[in-house]
């Protein structure tokens, strides 16, 4: 079967350094998707691995190891604004997205 | 910068009735797609459509569940007799290639 394992919820404090870590089991894989979703809004996209290793976009960073069906998505600077769920999903050999039910960042002063 | 849309932002409905969702995929893509959201629930994939027909579709949509892209832009997904259960947010994406990106979302409350 196919497969997404998220923390269901990670508290950081804003400035810090968070990192969401996501582990897989698709049927095939064309890639990993990271989506960032605030409470009644559509996902936004952050980011997308192909290939093993690790992919910079400003504050945040996601990496992939393909071997271990592992991926994480990096924080860095958090600001309030990041507070939000960010969901982990691989594409499988149909290129279908598979979703995870996401991790909930709750972000402090 | 371009954007997916959709219309309206929130339905309300009577158990039985039919509704269409419309969605403005974002112009030079290919790729088209259906998603909903049960509150608090993770996304599920509906169908997805390329070519003018559908290129793959999950177990949730099912002949109460249609799609139909009428014209060079507009994207619909029609339910023909909404059950309580289908009170969802419901989400296009477009692609070009591989990145979906999402439109705002409609609210559907079946009552």
């Known amino acids: 079967g196919q497969n997404i394992d998220q ?8 400035g810090a350094i968070v990192q ?19 409470a ?3 996902p ?3 980011s997308y691995n192909v290939l093993d290793g690790l992919e910079e976009k400003g504050r945040f960073s996601s990496f992939l190891s393909r071997s271990k069906g592992y991926s ?12 939000a769920s960010y969901l982990c999903a691989p594409v499988d050999s149909n290129y279908q997205l598979i979703w ?5 960042l709750i972000i402090k002063p | 910068e371009p954007e997916v849309t959709q219309t309206p932002s929130h339905q309300v409905t009577q158990m039985g009735q039919e509704v269409i969702l419309r969605c403005v995929p974002i112009s030079n893509h290919l790729y088209f797609y259906w998603y909903r959201q049960i509150l608090g629930q993770k996304v599920e994939f509906l169908v997805s459509f390329y070519n003018n027909e559908i290129s793959e ?3 949730i949509f099912d002949d109460q569940f249609s799609v139909e892209r009428p014209d060079g832009s507009n994207f619909t997904l029609k339910i023909r007799s909404t059950k309580l259960e ?3 947010m419901y989400f296009c994406a477009s692609s070009q290639q591989e990145t979906q990106y999402f439109g705002p979302g409609t609210r559907l409350l079946v009552l």
């Open chain 1, 7 to 14: 923390p269901t919820e990670m508290t950081a404090t804003e």
């Open chain 1, 20 to 38: 969401i870590n996501c582990t897989y089991q698709t049927s095939g894989f064309n890639g990993l998707f990271w989506y960032q979703q605030h």
């Open chain 1, 40 to 42: 009644g809004e559509a």
């Open chain 1, 44 to 46: 936004t996209f952050l």
């Open chain 1, 72 to 83: 994480y998505l990096l924080l860095k600077e958090l600001q309030m604004k990041d507070s």
């Open chain 1, 100 to 104: 995870g039910a996401g991790t909930k």
């Open chain 2, 57 to 59: 579709k999950s177990e």
């Open chain 2, 86 to 88: 289908d009170s969802a």
